[in-house]
């Protein structure tokens, strides 16, 4: 079935540094999702990239879509204590409409 | 909009017990999507449901997992003969029809099979 890897697992960045997290799935995505998850709370949306190629930005987040459709990266520029969480991509293949989330990197950033 | 909401927030049960979850979405939301979700992990599909009808169902999902939607509004996600395995945070979403639409979380019901 589709699986959906991320890369790194784990991030410890000194705040004021850059962070990126990488998504790869095994079968071509319709779309692709990005979500955010605060310690001890639940998946919050942050965008949805759906075109070959395409990036989007919000502030300080960059957000890729690869040419093939098959991987996606986000991109954090100079980190905050707030950017504190697990990031994760979730995507769509094939016929089905279920979305599948990726494995999640989660992110420390000390102040 | 109110949100979706999860009931009940954390269930503490005995192995063997049955146990059931509500989930509450956000009332214009058609589409109702359930997962699970163990520590350092993403969420794990296991079933959605466009108005009543539930459309996908992961097959790691054994017979003990059961979910409605009788009236299109909220579901019910029942697990019987619960095994330890089975502890996790049930989360549920909801979103509206079309490819794009986000997931919209609860705040998820932690279960605890001792």
């Known amino acids: 079935g589709q699986q959906v890897m991320q890369i790194p697992q784990y991030q410890h960045v000194q705040e004021g540094e850059d962070f990126t997290t990488y998504c790869n799935s095994s079968?071509?995505?319709?779309?692709i999702q990005w979500y955010k998850q605060r310690p001890g709370g639940h998946p919050v949306f942050l965008i949805q990239?759906?075109?070959?190629?395409e990036v989007k930005k919000q502030k300080r987040l960059t957000f890729q879509f690869g040419e093939a459709k098959k991987n996606s990266s986000l991109h954090i520029t100079a980190t905050q204590t707030t950017d504190v969480g697990t990031y994760f991509c979730?995507?769509?293949?094939?016929?089905?409409?279920?979305?599948?989330f990726g494995t999640g990197t989660l992110l420390a950033v000390q102040p | 909009d109110t949100g979706v909401s999860q009931d009940p927030r954390h269930k503490i049960t005995k192995r063997g017990q049955n146990v059931t979850f509500r989930c509450d979405p956000i009332?214009?939301?058609?589409?109702l999507y359930w997962y699970r979700q163990t520590l350092g992990q993403g969420p794990e599909f296991l079933t959605y449901?466009?108005?009543?009808?539930?459309?996908?169902k992961s097959r790691l999902l054994s017979d003990r997992f059961s979910a409605e939607r009788p009236k299109g509004s909220f579901s019910t996600l029942e697990i019987q003969r619960t095994e330890q395995g089975d502890s996790a945070m049930y989360l549920c979403?909801?979103?509206?029809?079309?490819?794009?639409?986000?997931?919209?979380f609860g705040n998820g019901t932690r279960l605890t099979v001792t």
């Open positions: 990239l759906v075109k070959s190629g």
């Open positions: 009332s214009e939301h058609n589409r």
């Open positions: 979403a909801s979103s509206l029809e079309g490819l794009g639409s986000p997931l919209h």
């Open positions: 079968t071509t995505l319709s779309n």
């Open positions: 449901f466009q108005n009543e009808a539930q459309l996908e």
């Open positions: 979730a995507g769509r293949g094939g016929a089905t409409n279920k979305l599948i």
